[in-house]
């Protein structure tokens, strides 16, 4: 049988000598639909998990049926994130790393939208560690902005600049993800725009940037960092060809990580590497490749300049019902605004200025007006934000979708005027102004729900 879509013949000549008597199989996985899957947020995991679970991950769950999500009050509390199983990986992989790295930790995903494995590193994020979220194109980089805020972890930098800007940085990261742009051919059954854009010489430009972003971000990895390297798809060019040059040259070293078991689908690329495909006819997700490797040395902190916090817990003596925040959190004041920062950031930025990298660190909370404060919509997605110190109002899922739209409701509080948090199923949605006979809804209309 041959795939009901139509796959370019150059792509079926070259996937042939790939699999050879397996190729059959491959073509006709291509006519089965993509598994729909879920990544439920640890900080934010109070509902019952539904779903199969995924073997190399243990928070992700396939689903029977591909929901409406948007029309899911708990997809824009940020409890979960939609993404497909083999993305998922590095719930197998970060977790035999962790031991290695040193206290206060620098991770960086260059190129991170639109979000997946950013939240997915985060997870696993130690509390005093800081990631670096980065994204050069404006719109995906948005959207990158809101999955992180809505994911609601603060510890990371947001930034938006090329790799070769990053160049200028030495030995820096104790972990770098390039998530690179590729040709996407791991994600034709569920893109059909994929198929129609492949060419043989659209994998030979995707080649060609490969090269050019390793080259460039290789040197802010510092000795005995890790570089995890993953596509999208079956090119050996865009792949393992990427990475056999660096490790000839004695930039990156192979790493011993266990090997996924067998029956996960996951096929080893190379005996004496640790990097693994995933192909359609294998596995429950979609064609990704991932490869680990690691600079030669020894990991060390970066010696970053002294951390001096003369406010580190509740700003604003009118606000408090701020709660005390842990060791390695603060509040950044300006006379105007709060914002939820790791103190790691206030270091680095710094640093990252000398090199004029621009960056944001955590969460906004709030703005102060006439001595005022109202608070933010990202602090409502905060997970660690006590709901005891604020009025909430808990809502079933009709009112909530109203809410997330920014209808027009009548919120039957009489006598409990002011600020609201809403909530549904215990987790915030965000905030309501309740006055005498009407309420102020006050959703972001960037982020409202469109779908009725």
């Known amino acids: 049988m041959m795939p009901s879509k139509p796959v370019p013949p150059d792509f079926i000549s070259r996937i042939s000598q790939q699999l050879g008597s397996k ?37 992700g769950r396939l689903l029977p049926d591909r929901p409406v999500y948007a029309l899911d009050p708990m997809f824009h509390a940020g409890a979960y994130y939609v993404q497909e199983p083999s993305s998922m990986i590095l719930g197998f992989l970060i977790p035999q790393l962790l031991s290695s790295f040193p206290e206060a930790p620098l991770w960086l995903d260059l190129c991170a939208a639109p979000g997946g494995k950013s939240t997915h590193l985060l997870s696993f994020l130690p509390d005093d560690g800081l ?21 609601g972890n603060p510890r990371f930098l947001f930034t938006r600049e090329g790799a070769h800007k990053w160049n200028q940085i030495q030995e820096c ?32 430009q995707c080649a060609n940037r490969q090269t050019d972003l390793l080259a460039n971000i290789l040197p802010t990895l510092k000795p005995g960092g890790f570089l995890i390297y993953s596509t999208c798809t079956f090119a050996p060019e865009e792949n393992i060809n990427q990475l056999l040059p660096c490790l000839e040259s004695g930039d990156l070293q192979a790493v011993t990580l266990t ?18 495909q995933t192909w359609f006819h294998t596995g429950i997700g979609e064609g990704l490749f991932c490869a680990v ?10 010696n970053l300049p002294p951390l001096k916090i003369f406010k580190k817990n509740k700003p604003f003596t009118t606000i408090p ?22 103190n790691l950031a206030k270091s680095f930025q710094p640093y990252l200025e000398k090199y004029h990298i621009r960056s944001t660190a955590g969460i906004p909370a709030g703005k102060i007006q006439q001595n005022r404060w109202t608070p ?41 005027r002011g600020m609201h948090l809403i909530t ?21 209309i960037p982020y409202r729900l469109r779908m009725r």
């Open 259 to 276: 090997n996924p078991p067998t029956d996960w689908g996951w096929e080893r690329i190379h005996p004496s590497i640790s990097a693994w």
């Open 321 to 342: 019902h701020l709660p005390e925040l842990m060791p390695h959190l603060s509040w950044a004041e300006t006379p105007e605004t709060i914002r939820l920062v790791p």
């Open 173 to 204: 990261f104790d972990l770098i993800l390039l998530d690179a742009p590729c040709s996407g051919e791991g994600m034709f059954r569920k893109d059909d725009f994929a198929i129609t854009q492949w060419t043989p010489d659209l994998v030979q």
């Open 23 to 59: 190729t059959q199989a491959f073509l006709e996985a291509l006519n089965h639909p993509p598994s729909p899957a879920i990544r439920y947020n640890p900080a934010k995991a109070k509902v019952p998990f539904v779903g199969q679970p995924i073997p190399w991950e243990p928070l």
């Open 131 to 151: 990631l670096v979220s980065n994204e050069t194109d404006p719109h995906r980089a948005s959207i990158l902005h809101e999955n992180l805020f809505r994911w």
């Open 376 to 416: 933010s919509q990202e602090l409502a997605w905060w997970p660690d934000l006590p709901l005891e110190g604020f009025k909430t109002l808990e809502v079933s899922r009709p009112q909530a979708l109203d809410y997330l739209r920014r209808d027009t409701v009548h919120w039957h509080q009489s006598g409990n």
């Open 424 to 444: 549904y199923q215990n987790l915030a949605l965000g905030w309501m102004h309740l006055l005498e006979g009407r309420s102020n809804n006050l959703y972001p």
């Open 293 to 302: 490797f690691q600079k030669p040395g020894k990991l060390e902190e970066l």
